[in-house]
């Protein structure tokens, strides 16, 4: 079990790096701590100081031994609040993953994060003036790493589409679903995309 606050690290309460925390069910039914999955790499500010807001495990996702912590306010030396994934294997990290394409400070890249043993979907729903986008990746065999596959962004023909990405969830069978809740009115609309695989 994994357990993330976005407000760890410091007792001060406008410290919001974040941390996660695993916990093993041990024989006794009960739920003990084990071990930080701390973030992989140091955190820069845009004049490259130790930052005091990256978010670090606002989103998660668990999938057998691989862990996927989003922090979507992560300063890389890139514009703040563009964001970036911590991707670790048995709780060591393996990877650390920004967007590829233009970043802003609002892309919130790693809001939403979803990992199988073969895809690592990302959302960014701040990209492009709230309109969303999602980051596709699929785990190199020889590596072990994930690659950059495809970047989805909404139908053109659906105006009024907004944060794209907010939710995202895979499947093991490659299909995508994709959430955008403040689209048309904040009524909403989920898009559900079939295996990308050899595409």
Not at 173 to 199: M, Q, T
Request: aromatic fraction near 18%; include cysteine; proline fraction near 5%.
């Amino acid at each position: 079990m994994f357990i993330s606050s976005t407000e760890g690290f410091g007792d001060d309460p406008f410290i919001r790096k974040g941390t996660v925390l695993e916990y093993t069910l041990s024989a006794s039914n009960k739920w003990i701590y084990h071990r930080n999955l701390d973030p992989s790499i140091p955190i820069l500010y845009e004049d490259h100081i130790l930052s005091d807001k990256y978010l670090y495990g606002t989103s998660i996702s668990v999938y057998s031994d691989y862990t996927a912590v989003g922090a979507y306010w992560e300063c890389n030396g890139t514009p703040c609040s563009s964001g970036a994934v911590h991707i670790f294997f048995k709780g060591e990290i393996l990877q650390y993953i920004i967007p590829l394409y233009e970043q802003s400070s609002t892309d919130r890249f790693g809001f939403s994060v979803s990992i199988t043993y073969n895809t690592l979907v990302v959302g960014a729903p701040g990209f492009d003036g709230d309109i969303g986008s999602v980051y596709v990746y699929y785990k190199d065999l020889n590596s072990g790493f994930f690659l950059f596959k495809k970047r989805l962004r909404p139908p053109i023909f659906d105006i009024g589409v907004k944060n794209f990405g907010w939710s995202v969830v895979t499947s093991i069978y490659g299909s995508i679903i994709v959430g955008a809740p403040f689209s048309f009115s904040s009524r909403g609309i989920v898009y559900h995309y079939l295996s990308l695989f050899e595409k």
